[in-house]
């Protein structure tokens, strides 16, 4: 149960985060890939329907294809289920999984890739993204530090 204190406390967490970086504004995860830059950053996930910051995460210069994918390459590594046991989709699978009517949806709709169904249980979660540049894997860490110590006692799912 949150208590107004623990709300409070989150909000002033929050409200710290522009000072540690130039933030993106929030948009939906599913809406925002295309205009996530191919550079080093740091991203945060927002559950939508909570407003709680669920993950902190960080890409380096991920080159694949021969060209960097950086921030874009991460996000949508989310959306495809290439990252499915990744620290995040592993948490939105598990959290999928102990809804019986989600799994239902799953195996009657015919679906048997276990890579979709890491897709399908992050997008279900209806999450917004906003990310921060960073100019190399280094800084990108760095940030991703800073942000997990401020905002771990207010709803991440770290593990």
Same mark, same amino acid.
């Given at each position: 149960?949150?208590?107004?204190?623990?709300?409070?406390?989150?909000?002033?967490?929050?409200?710290?985060?522009?000072?540690?970086?130039?933030?993106?504004?929030?948009?939906?995860?599913?809406?925002?890939?295309?205009?996530? @830059?191919?550079?080093?950053?740091?991203?945060?996930?927002?559950?939508? @329907?909570?407003?709680?910051?669920?993950?902190? %995460?960080?890409? %380096?210069?991920?080159?694949?294809?021969?060209? @960097?994918?950086?921030?874009?390459?991460?996000?949508?590594?989310?959306?495809? %289920?290439?990252?499915?046991?990744?620290?995040?989709?592993?948490?939105?699978?598990?959290?999928?999984?102990?809804?019986?009517?989600?799994?239902?949806?799953?195996?009657?709709?015919?679906?048997?890739?276990?890579?979709?169904?890491?897709?399908?249980?992050?997008?279900?979660?209806?999450?917004?993204?906003?990310?921060?540049?960073?100019?190399?894997?280094?800084?990108?860490?760095?940030?991703?530090?800073?942000?997990?110590?401020?905002?771990? @006692?207010? %709803?991440?799912?770290?593990?």
């Amino acid at each position: 149960m949150t208590t107004y204190a623990d709300e409070e406390a989150r909000l002033a967490a929050y409200s710290e985060l522009p000072g540690l970086a130039e933030w993106s504004a929030w948009a939906p995860l599913v809406e925002a890939i295309a205009e996530a @830059p191919r550079a080093p950053g740091v991203y945060l996930f927002l559950e939508r @329907p909570s407003r709680v910051v669920r993950h902190v %995460g960080h890409a %380096g210069e991920r080159a694949g294809g021969g060209s @960097p994918q950086g921030l874009y390459g991460r996000l949508r590594a989310y959306l495809t %289920g290439q990252a499915a046991v990744s620290g995040f989709s592993e948490a939105a699978l598990d959290r999928a999984l102990a809804d019986t009517d989600w799994v239902r949806e799953q195996v009657e709709g015919g679906e048997r890739r276990a890579r979709r169904w890491a897709a399908s249980a992050v997008r279900r979660l209806e999450l917004d993204v906003s990310w921060a540049v960073c100019a190399d894997r280094d800084e990108a860490r760095w940030l991703e530090g800073r942000v997990v110590e401020l905002l771990r @006692p207010h %709803g991440l799912w770290v593990r």
